[in-house]
């Protein structure tokens, strides 16, 4: 019962937060060099539609329209979701939201837009946390004949990555972010720079 002062002595402590995660990897950011711009940890949404909102925040950093110049990390995080259609591909949240940002950051000079889960796992019956992307991603992959716009209205991220890596480098685990199970789930991280 809510007063029976059973818990009265109790202290609650929470040792791993998204807040928590977000301001240590602003912290290591830091440390790296960058000036640090953290967006919170309330992320929330379309993944599709978050991935373009901060590919905005991310032009808008190379444009100079924000107060802080690069060498600039944009940290946040939080839980995004996805509408998945009748016969999905493979590939979650963090991967679909980082392949929307790929065409929204395309031809942009001197960015990546990493996005993973804290858990080491993004969507079933694949290997991958998350997806970095770079400004010059889009334009490579179209001419090595990937399929974006089939990638993603088969919300099959994971498969569009996978060909690429192949395609560009010769292996995998260059997009992909592939460090296995972490113990933990605190939601996922972004992770923007402008260097």
Known sequence: KAKSGLFDSDTVCLVATNAIAVA???????????????????????????????AGILKSAVNAELPIKPPLAIICGGETTMTLPKNPGLGGRNQALALSALKSLSGVKRVAFLSGGTDGGDGPKNDAAGAVVTGEDYVCSQKLGLKYSNAMDRADSYSFFKSYEQKRFGRENILHLRDGPTGTNVMDLVIMLVV
């Not at 602003?26 to 539609?49: C, H, M, N, P, T």
């Open 24 to 54: 240590a990897a602003a912290e290591k950011a830091q440390d790296s060099g960058f000036e640090v711009l953290q967006l919170g940890s309330q992320i929330e949404g379309d993944a599709i539609a978050v991935g373009q909102c901060l």
